[in-house]
């Protein structure tokens, strides 16, 4: 899929985790729902790090670009380092190591632990990358249009307003892990990551998300829907169908998540 569907989807899953923790008993306070939708949402865009021409490697200038292409390198070597003889040989490394289960999970306890061990900065940070992010994937159109600059500020400032409304006692720092202040932080990097690799998945191409374990004789089997169901990145379907539907089951995720909390 596109950035933008990704992004939905992303905000659209963490809603739906608002409603089954208020289920739960665990119910999120409102900074957690929003914090979490926007890191969700910013989230599903980072499996494309391995993809030098995504939306993500011009979100951060000559620095994104850099990271990109060092990462398409790196997950082409990672590739081929562990394909079976089944599988032939690659150049590039898109739909490999970043989108996969195993790159998610690690993701986001890396930056969930980084929160814990050094705090308030570290959550600043997090929340800088993932609020440019989520301008990046969900307001693409102004985004585009806009001084790269312009979105850093947006993304600097809402990083540190955020981070003053979740420092409030009974706002969420400690939502979930009471010990751990921000570890939660990492379960929407990880959702956005897993949620991008579903939609990835119901393309033309497939994913390869459960890597490495073999599937069919195959260490990167690119998992996905029957083929009669799959389409092409940026067709109507994603446009027209699955995006609308993003943002109506996202609203009412929304929704019921503060009605059940309240």
């Known amino acids: 899929m596109m950035g933008p569907a990704h992004s939905l989807s992303g905000a659209m899953a963490w809603l739906g985790v608002g409603v089954a923790m208020a289920y739960a008993d665990h119910p999120m306070p409102w900074p957690v729902l929003v914090v979490g939708t926007l890191i969700c949402a910013g989230a599903a865009l980072a499996p494309d790090l391995d993809q030098p021409s995504a939306t993500i490697s011009r979100a951060f200038g000559p620095a994104s670009k850099l990271l990109c292409k060092v ?31 195993l790159w998610a999970v690690l993701v986001g306890a890396g930056f969930g632990f980084a929160a814990v061990a050094w705090g308030r900065w570290a959550v600043l940070v997090t929340l800088f990358i993932h609020m440019v992010l989520a301008v990046e994937g969900l307001l693409w159109r102004m985004a585009r249009v806009s001084s790269d600059i312009l979105v850093w500020l947006l993304g600097a400032t ?3 307003m955020l981070a003053a409304v979740l420092d409030e006692p009974g706002n969420g720092a400690n939502w979930l892990f009471a010990d751990h202040p921000y570890l939660w932080i990492g379960l929407p990097i990880v959702l956005g990551s897993v949620v991008h690799t579903l939609g990835d998945s119901i393309t033309i191409s497939g994913c390869p ?13 690119p998992l996905g829907t029957p083929r009669f169901m799959r389409f092409r990145a940026g067709a109507w379907v994603e446009t027209r169908v699955l995006m609308p539907g993003f943002m109506i089951l996202g609203a009412a995720g929304g929704v ?7």
């Open 256 to 262: 019921g998540a503060v009605v059940l909390a309240a």
């Open 158 to 160: 809402s990083a540190w």
């Open 71 to 101: 990462l398409c390198e790196i997950s082409a070597a990672v590739y081929n380092a562990t394909r079976s003889r089944s599988e032939r040989r690659r150049a590039g490394g898109h739909r490999t190591l970043t989108h996969t289960w």
């Open 209 to 221: 998300m459960l890597w490495p374990l073999p599937i069919a004789g195959k260490r990167w089997y």
